[in-house]
Structures are given as structure tokens and as C-alpha cells.
């Protein structure tokens, strides 16, 4: 079992900046990737970013160079760097695990709000 809990969600503004966070606990030596996804309301759940075990990262196309994502192996955390942010960018960002049995992890997500 994987135990996600992200954090670092609230308000910005347009063009502000914000970082979220996953902390990972459990059975974590077997997730051979971490990823961020969102869903904003009213649409589907839709890739942000991954990172593989040895740092390999893949984004969205339409967020390379003002999302960045990261992770900290000491800490059992993943990091999403938001740059940039745009009012439609407002969603429910959630964190995931990739499991080597071929299961997959999910947070309860934190809640984005782009507006002024």
C-alpha cells in the first residue's frame, strides 16, 4: 500500500507562482514513477507531469518550461513548480504513484484557484 498527500494548493493570481507537494509513505521503493495530474470542473483528469525513479521527467506540451517537476528521495516527496499560472488552470491537482505490480496510487488532490 502508498499513502499520497499532497498540499501547497490555494489562491494565486494570474501570472503568480506556486509549488505543491506529495508526500509519499508506505511502500514507496516499489513506485518506479510519481506524476501530477489535474481535473478542472466540468473536464477529465489530465496528464501535468511525471518523473521516473532516476529523474527522467515528461509534461504536458503545453507546460514545458513553466511547470517543473521534481522530487526529493531523501524526503519521499514530489514537488510541482508552477510558473505562469492562468485562470484555466484552476483544477483539483492530484498526485500519482506508478507501482511495479502495475498498480496505480492516487492523492486526494489540492485545490488550485487562479484568479484576481
Known amino acids: 500500500q502508498v499513502q499520497l498527500v499532497e498540499s501547497g494548493g490555494g489562491s494565486v493570481q494570474p501570472g503568480g507562482s506556486l509549488r505543491l507537494s506529495c508526500a509519499a509513505s508506505g511502500s514507496i521503493s516499489s513506485l518506479y514513477a510519481m506524476g501530477w495530474y489535474r481535473q478542472a470542473p466540468g473536464n477529465q483528469r489530465e496528464l501535468v507531469a511525471t518523473i521516473t525513479s532516476d529523474g527522467t521527467t515528461n509534461y504536458a506540451d503545453a507546460l514545458k518550461g513553466r511547470f517543473t517537476i521534481s522530487r526529493d528521495n531523501t524526503k519521499n516527496k514530489v514537488y510541482l513548480q508552477m510558473n505562469s499560472v492562468k485562470p484555466e488552470e484552476t483544477a483539483v491537482y492530484y498526485c500519482?504513484?506508478?507501482?511495479?505490480?502495475?498498480?496505480?496510487?492516487w492523492g486526494k488532490g489540492t485545490l488550485v484557484t487562479v484568479d484576481s
Open positions: 500519482k504513484g506508478f507501482h511495479r505490480s502495475g498498480m496505480s496510487y
